[in-house]
């Protein structure tokens, strides 16, 4: 069974950075290249927003307030996807999520909060 497992949030003030782990466990480095990694987050009292996303091959998308402040990436020797945060602001708030799917796989980790001071 596929199990995800968010690190590394935490309280930072503005401007400040962050880098959030996405470990996957239950499937090989082959598996774990064929999935499409998400990250997605949830602010209170708000539905849950996409924030990025990796393909397979590695290209990546962003929702636009995020656009050259986050970076998505993937370790594809090991089984686990990153989300580094920076110029971190407020708004960025929320418990960030990882999602991880393929034609027969769509997996979520448990959340880790990012709180953001100003």
């Known amino acids: 069974q596929v199990q995800l497992v968010e690190s590394g949030g935490g309280l930072v003030q503005s401007g400040g950075s962050l880098r959030l782990s996405c470990t996957v466990s239950g499937a090989s480095t082959a598996r774990f290249a064929t999935f499409v990694m998400t990250w997605y987050r949830q602010a209170p009292e708000k539905q849950r927003e996409l924030v990025a996303t990796?393909?397979?091959?590695?290209?990546?998308t962003y929702t636009d307030s995020v656009k050259g402040r986050f970076t998505i990436s993937r370790d594809n020797a090991g089984t686990t996807a990153y989300l580094l945060m920076n110029s971190l602001k407020p708004e960025d708030t929320a418990v960030y999520y990882c999602?991880?799917?393929?034609?027969?796989?769509?997996?979520w980790g448990q959340g880790t909060q990012v709180t953001v001071s100003s």
């Open positions: 990796i393909f397979v091959g590695d290209k990546t």
């Open positions: 999602n991880a799917k393929n034609f027969n796989v769509n997996a």
